[in-house]
């Protein structure tokens, strides 16, 4: 089992940016792929991005070139870096984790962009 807790979120101004961190524990050497997903208020979750341990990464059309996903194995980390937000990128983020047992999900962290 892994556990995940997501930190970084905040209230920020369009334009503006914001360092997303994803702690992973437990049976973390397992994991061979993580992603970021979002919901939107009043929307279904949909996907962010994702990276594998290969350090492949993809990204949905909306954030591309403005958000990037990075992990440290060493800290056993995820990060998002999201710059120029929008206000359409409010939404609670989430970071998963994938393992040949299953996949684990942290409790969320809720991103603001509002002026």
């Known amino acids: 089992q892994v556990q995940l807790v997501e930190s970084g979120g905040g209230l920020v101004q369009p334009g503006g940016s914001l360092r997303l961190s994803c702690a992973a524990s437990g049976n973390s050497f397992s994991i061979y792929a993580m992603g970021w997903y979002r919901r939107p208020p009043g929307k279904q979750r949909e996907l962010v991005a994702t990276?594998?341990?290969?350090?492949?990464?993809n990204y949905a059309g909306s954030v591309k070139g403005r958000f990037t996903i990075s992990r440290d194995d060493n800290k056993m980390t995820m990060y998002l870096q999201m710059n120029s937000l929008k206000p359409e990128d409010t939404a609670v983020y989430s970071c998963?984790?994938?393992?040949?047992?299953?996949?684990?999900w942290g409790q969320g962290t809720q991103v603001t962009v509002s002026s």
């Open positions: 998963n984790a994938m393992t040949p047992y299953g996949t684990s």
């Open positions: 990276i594998t341990t290969g350090g492949n990464t």
